[in-house]
C-alpha cells in the first residue's frame, strides 16, 4: 500500500535511565525502511521494539527540524547536527561506526557480504522506542489504526536523540 500523506512519528517517554536527552528533532523527508510500527519487532529483543529506519538521498534531502521542531535547516546540515551531538559526547561521528545512528548506505552489507545495492548514495538512520508510537499526517490529524506505514511510504520522523554510555562504550540512540 503507498500512502500519499507524509507521516510524522512521535512518542514522549519517560526515560529512567542515566542519559542526557536532548529536545525534539524532525528528520528531513525520507523513505521508510524496515519498518515495525504496528507490532514490535521481537528478533534481536524477546520483549520486542516498535522501529523504523529512514532512508534519505545524500543529494537531494529537505530541511529537517531541530529545537523542539521549531528551527529549520537544510538536510545536509541537520545530518551534520547528528554527528555533532555524537561528536560532542564520544560517540564516532563517522557514519556506520559503532555508536553513530547515521548509517552510510555506500557500506552497508548484507549478511552475505555483498553491497546492499538499494542504499546506494543513501544515509540510512534507525528510530526506536518500546511504546507504540502515534502517527500522524501532515496536518497533525491522528491517523487510524488499521492505517500501516509499509517500507517506501514518504515519512518524517520526530523523535529525542539520547546520549548513552553502556559498559564504557558511547552510544547517540534516536527514540521515537
Known amino acids: ?11 514522549k517517554r519517560a526515560t529512567q535511565m542515566a542519559a542526557k536527552k536532548f529536545p525534539t528533532m524532525v528528520t528531513p523527508k525520507g523513505h521508510a525502511a524496515f519498518a515495525w510500527l504496528a507490532k514490535k519487532d521481537t528478533k534481536f529483543d524477546a520483549n520486542g521494539v516498535y522501529k523504523v529506519s529512514i532512508v534519505l538521498d545524500k543529494k537531494d534531502m529537505t530541511e ?3 529545537n523542539f ?3 529549520a535547516m537544510s538536510g545536509s546540515d541537520w ?3 547528528i554527528l555533532a551531538i555524537c561528536a560532542e559526547h564520544g560517540v ?3 557514519p556506520g561506526a559503532r555508536g553513530c545512528p547515521v548509517k552510510d548506505g555506500d ?8 553491497l546492499k545495492e538499494q542504499f546506494k548514495g543513501k544515509l540510512v538512520i534507525q528510530f526506536k522506542t518500546t511504546y ?3 502517527l500522524i499526517d501532515t496536518r497533525g490529524t491522528t491517523l487510524p489504526q488499521s492505517l500501516q506505514v509499509l517500507n517506501g511510504d514518504l515519512i518524517k520522523v520526530a523523535f529525542n536523540p539520547v546520549y548513552r ?4 562504550s558511547h552510544y547517540l540512540s534516536l527514540y521515537l
Open 79 to 81: 545530518v551534520k547536527n
Open 107 to 114: 557500506q552497508m552489507r548484507d549478511k552475505d557480504g555483498e
Open 92 to 94: 564516532s561521528a563517522v
Open 1 to 11: 500500500m503507498c500512502l500519499k500523506s507524509t507521516f510524522h512519528f512521535s512518542h
Open 64 to 66: 529537517g527540524r531541530v
Open 132 to 134: 507504540k508510537p502515534g
Open 69 to 71: 521542531g521549531k528551527d
Open 165 to 168: 554510555e553502556v559498559s564504557g
